[in-house]
């Protein structure tokens, strides 16, 4: 009896350890990824405008323009208070649907946004292609950053409802993402592409309670605690559906923790190394040339695009900032910005 309780205990810490393991070496790449995105989306609003006046280089010039042009369009026509106040009339069922809907329309335009602008800054110099793939690229960034814009108007009712509400909505969604991901075979090059999908998805979730926690302040700070619950409830439960899903992806699948160590040495920790070469990045098991500056490139290996994130942004406080702020004052907050970019890229040597 004494030599069974043993070999149970041990058991039970070997599970423990195993389920600890996994966790760890997720969260170490996930964290990883997501930093290294937000080093791209860091590098538009601080490197980018500098680099665009002192040499305005054909992918710099393009990109300040599209990213203007998006965000001009969508600050004098999206509709956000309007459509804030229907969706907050709807129910239970259709707020869960279009949490839900929000989520795989960022997928095909995530997919379909590496492709537009990698042909766009690598195309031929013929000015008919560059044209035609601009306002090809000009419409896919209008419409992904019009679903950012949607997406945050849904997750900031989602966190304006009841708490009861919330936690449905947030249940049904959890559900969803773990039927999709879970019950179905998964090889390593699969599993590299929920990794990037989770660590995107992250940076977008905190971009978006982040923009919904400082416009509540900036707006009104009585429902500051409410607010702060939703945000809490929303960050926790996108943080243990990914432990979830990928602990049971790795069971299912027979897959080893360490596989996230290579991705993290192969992927992550070799691109970051060749930001400093500016010519060439690694996507997946590729060396590929770069369309863009090194930062963005890396980025769009993981087909993470900054640009509809950036004209979000620009929606949202470009008004706030162009009223309220002097030229010093923008030019002080440039800076501060370029101070949170170095501390990201010190974090990232750590963690690499």
């Known amino acids: 009896m004494e030599f069974s309780n043993r070999k149970l205990s041990r058991t039970d810490k070997s599970l423990l350890s195993d389920i600890v393991t996994k966790i760890y070496q997720l969260e170490h790449t996930i964290w990883l990824g997501l930093l290294l995105c937000l080093n791209s989306l860091l590098n538009i609003f ?33 509709p956000a208070s309007r459509l804030y106040h229907d969706l907050k009339e709807q129910d239970f069922v259709k707020l869960s649907a279009l949490y839900n809907m929000v989520g795989i329309a960022d997928q095909l335009l995530m997919a379909y946004g ?26 896919y960034l209008f419409l992904h950053t019009l679903h950012q814009n949607i997406a945050l108007t849904v997750f ?15 249940v049904t969604s959890a559900f969803v993402e773990v039927k999709i991901t879970v019950f179905k075979k998964t090889d390593h090059r699969a599993l590299y592409q929920i990794v990037c999908n989770d660590f995107i998805d992250r940076l977008q979730l905190f971009t ?7 416009k509540a302040m900036i707006v009104s700070r009585s429902n500051i605690y409410h607010i702060m619950t939703g945000i809490l409830l929303v960050s926790i439960d996108s943080i243990m559906i990914d432990w979830i899903k990928h602990y049971f992806i790795l069971h299912f699948n027979k897959i080893s923790p360490e596989v996230y160590e290579e991705f993290r040495k192969k992927n992550m920790r070799e691109n970051f190394l060749l930001i400093q070469n500016e010519n060439y990045h690694i996507d997946y098991e590729e060396m590929v040339p770069n369309c863009l500056d090194a930062c963005s490139s890396v980025a769009l290996a993981y087909r993470y695009t900054a640009l509809p994130h950036a004209c979000m942004l620009l929606r949202v406080f470009g008004g706030d900032i162009y009223q ?14 370029y101070l949170v970019k170095c501390i990201v890229t010190s974090i990232i040597q750590l963690l690499i």
Do not use: D
Not at 53 to 72: A, D, G, H
Not at 157 to 170: D, E, F, G, P, R
């Open 46 to 78: 601080t490197i980018l405008p500098l680099n665009t006046i002192q040499n305005p280089k054909f992918s710099n010039t393009f990109r300040c323009l599209l990213i203007l042009t998006v965000s001009v369009l969508l600050s004098y026509f999206y």
């Open 156 to 170: 900031e009712v989602a966190i304006h409802s009841s708490t009861s509400t919330l936690v449905l909505v947030l």
């Open 114 to 139: 590496k492709f537009a602008i990698k042909t766009l800054f690598a195309s031929s110099w013929k000015m008919g292609t560059k044209i035609t793939n601009f306002l090809v690229t000009l419409i």
């Open 208 to 214: 978006y309670l982040l923009t919904i926690l400082i």
């Open 324 to 337: 309220t702020l002097s030229c010093l004052e923008i030019g002080l907050a440039m800076g501060g910005l």
